[in-house]
């Protein structure tokens, strides 16, 4: 079956920073658990972990897995030249990030509100002034995710607060990201949360439970039918039918060095136990990104919330929300003639889509 999505391409955004393994972050984090499905709908991933090549400059811009801010410690805030090595060292991988960004057709970002990553709000503001979609997910953040957090006394908890770590129990992002992105384009989880994503056969049980979650309570009405669509197209997917094995098996290590590397990482205490790499409970979410994923790729394109303001018989200002088509997702065609026809009937199509 035919997505509207083959042959665009997707910029992965996301703290790579803060996070408690780079190591992991970059072969067993989401982008890594992400990838192969965008693959195999024929979409180009454009990952920061795995910068394309600069012609004629083969090191430029790359990024790798053990930060280097060792180097700028003895003296950052006492030196103006340590300052401006460490602008200017960092200067290429902003440089690649930001033109992946431009390139793009649509960005997927990952913005759990516990991790600082100003780079990934630089990448959202600047896919949305080029009127790109942004996919964006905000899963919860619950000190009963962490067992070592959750044991700790609730003064202690309070204390916590107020250092920066801050429960929401609902994942819900700061309210700029509504305006800026759109509400549809908002989720709790990626939809494999409740699943071992070590687990050898990984992908085979993916889109089955993503299909699963997803199915609507009451068996009628346009969300039902819809439904029942992206599960049609999804049987009769030959891409997705064809994405096996586990996350690993789809990682590609440059060297054998960073395979070893990895190895070792997982061989700790603190990974080796754990279910998947943001919490150590599993939760099902209540709206999915890869639903919605599924959704787009089939056809149908998510209404856009418009919130207008007009003056009320009293005189005050009174918000006023209207839905309509989100024509950010009428994207361009990579073929010529019948490429470009074959993509308006299928936008002609997603206008009747339920």
């Known amino acids: 079956m035919q997505s509207i999505l083959e042959k665009t391409r997707s910029y992965l955004s996301g703290p790579m920073d803060f996070v408690g393994s780079r190591v992991i972050e970059k072969y067993l984090g989401w982008r890594a658990i992400l990838t192969p499905v965008l693959k195999a709908f024929n979409i180009r991933v454009l990952d920061p972990w795995n910068k394309p090549m600069i012609r004629g400059h083969s090191d430029y811009g790359k990024e790798g897995i053990a930060p280097n801010k060792n180097k700028y410690e003895a003296d950052f805030w006492t030196n103006a030249e340590t300052r401006a090595m460490f602008e200017r060292d960092f200067w290429e991988t902003v440089h690649i990030d930001l033109r992946m960004t431009d390139v793009s057709d649509f960005v997927i970002a990952f913005v759990p509100t516990n991790i600082y990553s100003v780079g990934t709000v630089h990448e959202v503001i600047v896919a949305r002034q080029q009127r790109k979609p942004v996919l964006m997910i905000s899963p919860p953040i619950k000190y009963d995710f962490f067992p070592e957090l959750a044991a700790l006394p609730d003064s202690v908890k309070d204390a916590l607060k107020f250092y920066g770590l801050k429960e929401n129990e609902n994942g819900i992002p700061s309210q700029w990201y509504g305006n800026i992105v759109g509400g549809q384009n908002l989720f709790d989880g990626f939809g494999w949360e409740a699943l071992e994503i070590k687990s050898p056969d990984f992908y085979s ?150």
């Open 205 to 354: 049980t993916l889109i089955e439970t993503v299909l699963r979650d997803a199915r609507p309570s009451v068996e009628s009405g346009p969300d039902f039918q819809r439904w029942r669509n992206v599960s049609d197209w999804c049987a009769q997917s030959t891409a997705l039918r064809d994405l096996r094995g586990g996350v690993v098996d789809h990682v590609e290590f440059i060297e054998p060095g960073e395979r070893q590397l990895f190895e070792s990482e997982l061989a700790k205490n603190t990974e080796r136990d754990h279910r998947y790499f943001w919490h150590n409970q599993p939760y099902t979410p209540k709206r999915s990104f890869l639903y919605q994923f599924l959704c787009i790729a089939s056809g149908y394109i998510p209404p856009r919330m418009n919130i207008v303001s007009e003056i009320g018989p009293d005189g005050h200002v009174q918000p006023k929300a209207t839905q309509s088509m989100d024509d950010d997702w009428l994207l361009i065609s990579p073929e010529h003639d019948t490429g470009t026809l074959k993509l308006m009937q299928l936008v002609d199509e997603a206008m009747s889509y339920p």
